[in-house]
């Protein structure tokens, strides 16, 4: 068995002819740059690009197998660049059984059944070009779909107070909307840990992943997890899901659900904590607010005993170090490599070398969690504060 960085959650911005995929994501998220990029400086081994349903993006793929740059693997996937490439696609549910709009992520095989679930999606959405569109069929209809064409499903980003399962979508238990026999796997989202969820006993049986929903390159592996596979592909990844024959998630790294943009119940005018009891703002009045991720997960808690689980490991991604800004990051990569490198394993004595001892602590109190932080909420992330004493 072999140990691979893995990130299954990452959009596509722009077509190689310039068409937007996902329009609130970065103009250089193209295809070609991500996966560059994934193998280069981040330093993962698999990455899940979750817009390949677009067609333009399905034509780009098989230009890149003409030209013998990407390959099709025998067991599930794509691989270029020494990076696997598992093809997903990210979806937006909201039928009657909904309370609330609900993202899920599907992965498909192969790109002809990429190929086949677009054609499928064509019929029931407005916009088959672009990210995260709403389909106009039941959620239980789209998983049978996935399945019958040898699919995972995976609700995205659970708790997030818009578009997701626990946010807005049911209003206890996940029954309410799917069909919990055909669910793969469920992705936490930036603003809660395996701890946190494990707090609602439905989501026990499941695996959890921890993905960046990177909207640009420098948010790619913001979370990831370490997965243990004989080798880099969807059937050992859809493997890891099922923990068969000893595959298994060995660690989630993810950041402090602190640094969350949807952590704490906030007020949305000036993201002062909110207090539904009081129902208006104490420190400006006014009566417009988000409920956090961690207020919701305490709504629904019905678990005390979680169950074991690879360990969640809170990590600081690189661009959130105070002082560690472009010009500093190249002057690591020039030794190290990859971010991966320098997040896990960059000696101190070696990182003084290269940049301020100050940015150097903050790197090392970041890996053995001696950060303070200040809380995220109403969609601004936190921030790094001190490190403790």
Known sequence: MEQFYTDLHIHIGRTKSGKPVKITASKSLTLSNIIEFTSKQKGLDMIGIIDCHSPEVILEMEQLIEEGRMVELDSGGMHMDNTTIILGSELEIYDTTCSGPIHVLCYLPTLDSMKEFSSWLSLHMKNITLSSQRIYVSGIELQNKVKELKGLFIPAHVFTPFKSLY????????????????????????????????????????????????????????????????AANFLEFKKVLHQEDGRRVVANYGLDPKLGKYHETVCMKCYSPFSEEIGECANCGSKKWVKGVAKRILELKNADAPPKRPPYIHQVPLD???????????????????????????????????????????????????????????????KVGEIKS
């Open 320 to 382: 959130y170090i105070p002082g560690l800004g472009k010009k500093t990051l190249e002057k690591l990569l020039l030794y190290f490599s990859t971010e991966m490198q320098i997040i896990h394993e960059a000696p101190y004595e070696k990182l003084i070398e290269i940049i301020p001892v100050k940015v150097a602590e903050f790197i090392m109190a970041a890996r053995s969690g001696h950060l303070q932080f200040k809380k995220g909420g109403g969609g601004k992330y936190g």
């Open 167 to 230: 946010g807005r979508g049911v209003k206890e238990s996940l029954t309410e909307v799917l069909n919990p026999e055909m669910i793969d796997g469920i992705e936490l989202g930036l603003s809660s840990d395996t701890m946190m969820a494990d707090q609602i006993k439905e989501l026990h049986e499941y695996t959890f992943l921890t993905n960046s929903d990177a909207h640009s390159l420098e948010k790619i592996a913001r979370e990831y997890q370490v997965m243990e596979m004989q």
